[in-house]
């Protein structure tokens, strides 16, 4: 006879199950991992900038500004730069690679599908705990074991990793895309800047070419003089020395425009004999650059590197949205189907064939130290592409102040260096008119002369730099690239 505790109701043992169940489910949730708080930055949006650049009503620049300069061999320099230039190829090769790394993450979204086929000798062995009677009934020798089967598996993607991950990379592709956008507009500033350079040296030679030749009008008066005992011997050497100094200083612009040749000649990626077909530049007179109507807004959007620095940030975001999925359960699809038999007259029986299909499911449990390091590294990219994307913007909006600033500085150099070459070149005049009386005499005209090609040599760098202030501004203002989106 049995005892009544030896017997236990149905209801009792549904109990007991039932409580199992949550104990159990209560131990895996404990021991999933959780989610950590958020340690991310903002992107800055409070910079003050609206006084400073405020609007000029001017206009942004065209995507071509090079060809507001009115010279057809400077947009050939910028046309070859933009061909052969291996900054650019590299850009595109980077580009490449975003491209193919998206192409790569996209295919995780897609289901993954494999034949697998295989033909082995085996031999089974005979003494693995089999009853004697039975050994006879087991494969004797080697025998061929044929295999094939076609293995399915797809990831349902329950919290959207896989997405994550394709909107990173297709962000950091659209990044890509864009800082080649900023390499071709640094390029064209580069081959610009030294053409305008090469320009100045071209019409500094000019200038110092006219001072020669007024200086050995000098030398020979003084030289004639001192033959007569009508000038010290002091002034004929300071004379000559001042000749020999211009010789020096012709010498030096020489040798500067055959270097600026070759600078020029290696920005468009070719050698040094480029640089010989280089012919003087003919650039238009530099037009004042104004800032156009809402700088501070607008910037965002013309700049390609702040707009890359903005898509870097939003993949970084998706990065972290890849990490958090790691803390929820992984589910998947699989397949498997195919036949195998020991013995390859029988691999085309229908008896040969196996399958199986079904979800798996997979839970974190233990994981919470590995999982947070991947949080925290990923947050830690993306708070890195937002201290990145802050420093840009913050740049671009000093360059164009600065570029501003500059432009206005220059212009009030130029005017009052025009006022001094008028000035200059009044006295001049009057030095000629009274050495026409003889009031005055030839040394006289040659020096007032000279003043006058002094101040001029002033206005030529004042130009030049009229010219890059002009090219800067334009690059401040993002060199007429304009976001798509």
Not at 65 to 93: C, H, I, M, R, Y
Request: proline residues 4%.
């Amino acid at each position: 006879m049995h005892s009544p505790a030896s017997h236990k109701s149905p209801l009792s043992v549904r109990k007991a199950v039932s409580l199992s169940a949550l104990v159990a489910a209560g131990a895996v949730l404990t021991a999933c991992a959780s989610v950590p708080a958020s340690h991310t930055i903002t992107p800055r949006s409070d910079l003050a900038a609206t006084q400073s650049l405020a609007s000029e009503n001017g206009q942004w620049p065209a995507r071509e500004w090079w060809k507001g300069f009115n010279d057809t061999q400077l947009n050939t320099l910028v046309d070859e730069a933009f061909a052969g230039s291996p900054d650019l190829l590299a850009a595109q090769a980077r580009l490449d690679k975003a491209l193919a790394t998206q192409s790569q993450v996209k295919s995780a979204l897609d289901p993954d599908l494999t034949l697998n086929g295989s033909v082995t000798a085996t031999e089974q062995s005979l003494n693995m705990g089999y009853p004697a009677e039975f050994k006879t009934l087991l494969p004797q020798g080697v025998l061929p074991l044929g295999r094939i089967t076609l293995d399915a598996n797809y990831n349902i993607d329950l919290w959207g990793k896989s997405r994550a991950a394709l909107k990173g990379a297709i962000g950091q592709a659209k990044a890509s895309d864009i800082e080649r956008e900023v390499v071709r507009q640094n390029l064209a500033v580069a081959v610009a800047n030294a053409y305008v350079e090469l320009n100045r040296l071209y019409e500094t030679r000019d200038e110092l070419t006219e001072l020669k030749r007024g200086a050995a009008t000098k030398l020979d008066l003084y030289q004639a003089r001192a033959d007569h005992n009508l000038e010290p011997k002091d002034t004929l050497l300071s004379a000559r020395d001042d000749q020999q100094q211009l010789d020096r200083r012709l010498a030096n612009v020489d040798g500067a425009i055959r270097l600026q040749d070759n600078l020029i000649a290696a920005l468009v990626g070719a050698g040094p004999d480029r640089g010989l077909s280089i012919s003087r530049p003919q650039l238009a007179p530099s037009e004042i650059t104004t800032l156009p109507g809402n700088v501070p807004a607008d910037l965002i959007g013309r700049r390609p590197d702040v707009v890359a620095a903005r898509l870097r940030v939003e993949a970084a975001g998706q990065g972290i949205k890849y990490a958090k999925a790691d803390y929820y359960p992984n589910l998947n699809l699989s397949l498997s189907w195919g036949r195998e038999a020991l013995g390859l007259q029988y691999f085309g029986q229908s008896d040969s064939n196996f399958g199986s299909f079904g979800p798996a499911i997979s839970l974190p449990l233990f994981h919470q130290k590995r999982l947070n390091a991947s949080y925290r590294s990923y947050e830690a990219d993306y708070n890195t592409a937002v201290a990145t994307y802050d420093q840009t913007l913050t740049t671009a909006l000093r360059e164009v102040a600065d570029a501003a600033g500059r432009t206005k500085s220059t212009t009030g150099e130029l005017a009052a260096a025009q006022g001094r070459h008028d000035t200059a070149l009044q006295s001049y005049e009057l030095s000629k008119a009274r050495f026409g009386k003889g009031l005055a005499t030839k040394i006289d005209v040659i020096s007032a002369h000279a003043r006058v090609i002094s101040v001029e040599n002033e206005i030529t760098d004042l130009k030049a730099q009229a010219y890059r202030d002009r090219i800067a501004f334009i690059a401040a203002l993002g060199g007429g690239y304009q976001s798509q989106n």
